[in-house]
């Protein structure tokens, strides 16, 4: 499921076009939606936001307890191997996404709360600076650190390790995958998101 990346399977439907060779080349919903507009990007985004979701919830197709820490470690495997599908899939030469829809909709299925709270934290630093990349780096890193701290705690006092460890490793993964950006980001070169105005498709980067 994480291998069929809806980017280049809707670019392809839509357009006819291979959207890996297209703008930045990133098959993911940021260059999708500069491409092709906001319609084709929100599309790309919920359905990876959803393979997240429905990665996790397959897990009730099983007879493990829900309570159960084996139930948690069957969700969070099944999550991770969606994200790695996103961001390496099979059907595509191993090039894919980012992985960041993905990630927020495995928070949303079993932690809605942290999801809650990193997308705040994506929205504030977008409206401050203009780019996806640093917001997306930012929020994310805010999962772990709630995770195994104010939640585990406070709020969910019961985390297993399982997940403490699958917070720590997907934030690792996301950074790894967001390497040209930081680059960009450290020479003053990452393009700024603004909702109005008008893109070049040939002559930008994500």
Same mark, same amino acid.
């Given at each position: 499921?994480?291998?069929?990346?809806?980017?280049?399977?809707?670019?392809?439907? !839509?357009?006819?076009?291979?959207?890996?060779?297209?703008?930045?080349?990133n098959?993911?919903?940021?260059? &999708?939606?500069?491409?092709?507009? /906001?319609?084709?990007?929100?599309? @790309?985004? $919920?359905?990876?936001?959803?393979?997240? &979701?429905? $990665? @996790?919830?397959?897990?009730?197709?099983?007879?493990?307890?829900?309570?159960?820490?084996?139930?948690?470690?069957?969700?969070?495997?099944?999550?991770?191997?969606?994200?790695?599908?996103?961001?390496?899939?099979?059907?595509?030469k191993? %090039?894919?996404?980012?992985? &960041? $829809?993905?990630?927020?909709?495995?928070?949303?299925?079993?932690?809605?709360?942290?999801?809650?709270?990193?997308?705040?934290?994506?929205?504030? @630093?977008? !409206?401050?600076?203009?780019?996806?990349?640093?917001?997306? !780096?930012?929020?994310?890193?805010?999962?772990?650190?709630?995770? +195994?701290?104010?939640?585990?705690? /406070?709020?969910?006092?019961?985390?297993?390790?399982?997940? %403490?460890?699958?917070?720590?490793?997907?934030?690792?993964?996301?950074?790894?995958s967001?390497?040209?950006?930081?680059?960009? !980001?450290?020479?003053?070169?990452?393009?700024?998101?603004?909702?109005?105005?008008? &893109? +070049?498709?040939s002559d930008?980067?994500?």
């Amino acid at each position: 499921m994480g291998s069929a990346s809806s980017a280049i399977l809707l670019c392809k439907l !839509l357009y006819n076009q291979d959207i890996r060779h297209i703008g930045s080349g990133n098959p993911g919903a940021n260059n &999708v939606q500069r491409v092709y507009g /906001w319609k084709s990007g929100i599309t @790309v985004l $919920a359905i990876d936001f959803l393979k997240g &979701v429905c $990665a @996790v919830n397959l897990a009730h197709l099983t007879s493990i307890p829900q309570e159960s820490e084996a139930f948690a470690t069957l969700q969070l495997t099944l999550g991770m191997a969606t994200m790695l599908g996103h961001i390496f899939p099979v059907f595509f030469k191993f %090039k894919g996404g980012k992985g &960041v $829809a993905i990630l927020f909709g495995i928070m949303a299925a079993m932690h809605p709360l942290a999801m809650i709270i990193c997308l705040v934290i994506f929205l504030i @630093v977008i !409206l401050l600076t203009k780019y996806i990349s640093l917001s997306v !780096l930012i929020s994310v890193l805010f999962y772990p650190i709630m995770i +195994n701290s104010v939640f585990a705690l /406070w709020i969910f006092p019961k985390e297993t390790l399982t997940l %403490k460890i699958f917070s720590i490793v997907t934030t690792i993964i996301i950074w790894l995958s967001h390497i040209s950006n930081i680059k960009r !980001l450290l020479s003053h070169s990452e393009s700024k998101f603004y909702i109005k105005k008008p &893109v +070049n498709k040939s002559d930008y980067r994500q």
